[in-house]
């Protein structure tokens, strides 16, 4: 009888002892510069193109899993409102504790950058840990090629500034990684990066199978690292979940 295969269980990185001050569950935070981020494969969207709520393995540089995100959507939503619609990802921990909480609203008018002036008019997520209080925010920013992003403080004041590139293109002739530099609220300096890596053609154009990648200071405040987290994710639906639409069309 032939032998069955194993599934492969996740590493977890070792859980911290807590901190004073340290938000539950963001001790993990405190140790790392770095953040993988893989969706996971669903087959069902991948040979049916009907869309499924995204899930994500979070894995720290030697790919240990950190935590695990889940999306919550209604199913009319996901089909009718597609990369546009709202959603909340709930982030747990290796104890399966939720330990992080990004939410973003459904505006119908949302996402032009060119109208992202207006507050009706901009995509954005708010940041919650524990999950019931805000420690960031990410408002999309008025653009006309680039786009661009304001990250800020859970008392509103603006933390970092987030470009992206004017071309956003992965396929045969374009397998570069895509990266979103993160700037000091002057612009001055680069202090990281969000990057959307090329992971091979066959992944790329039939499966919903992104890869991400984060840097930012070993040292920044731990809230601020997970409101990156949540610009990471904002990014994925703005320009990486409208192009598998696209190629499930």
Not at 31 to 59: C, M, P, R
Not at 87 to 114: P, Y
Not at 198 to 206: D, N, R, T
Not at 225 to 239: H, P, T
Request: include cysteine; charged fraction near 20%; proline fraction near 5%.
């Amino acid at each position: 009888m032939a032998a069955q295969p194993q599934t492969q269980q996740p590493q977890w990185m070792p859980q911290p002892q807590g901190i004073p001050g340290c938000p539950p569950g963001l001790e993990y935070l405190t140790q790392i510069d770095q953040l993988l981020v893989h969706q996971q494969v669903e087959l069902l969207e991948a040979f049916t193109g009907w869309e499924t709520s995204n899930k994500y393995a979070i894995k720290n540089s030697m790919g240990q899993q950190v935590y695990f995100a889940a999306e919550e959507s209604g199913t009319c939503m996901r089909q009718c409102c597609g990369a546009d619609r709202g959603f909340v990802l709930h982030i747990t921990d290796n104890a399966g504790q939720e330990v992080m909480r990004v939410t973003r609203e459904f505006k119908c008018c949302a996402g032009c950058s060119w109208c992202a002036g207006s507050d009706c008019c901009a995509m954005v997520v708010n940041i919650e840990s524990p999950p019931g209080t805000v420690v960031g925010s990410v408002r999309q920013s008025q653009s006309f090629l680039a786009p661009k992003y304001a990250l800020y403080d859970g008392s509103g004041s603006m933390v970092f500034r987030i470009e992206g590139p004017v071309c956003i293109c992965q396929g045969i002739c374009c397998t570069s990684d895509v990266e979103f530099n993160i700037y000091s609220p002057d612009m001055e300096h680069v202090v990281g990066k969000i990057s959307k890596q090329w992971s091979g053609l066959a992944k790329e154009w039939f499966t919903k199978a992104d890869n991400f990648g984060i840097n930012f200071p070993a040292d920044l405040d731990v809230k601020v690292k997970a409101s990156l987290l949540g610009a990471l994710f904002l990014i994925d639906f703005m320009y990486f979940e409208k192009k598998d639409e696209d190629n499930n069309n």
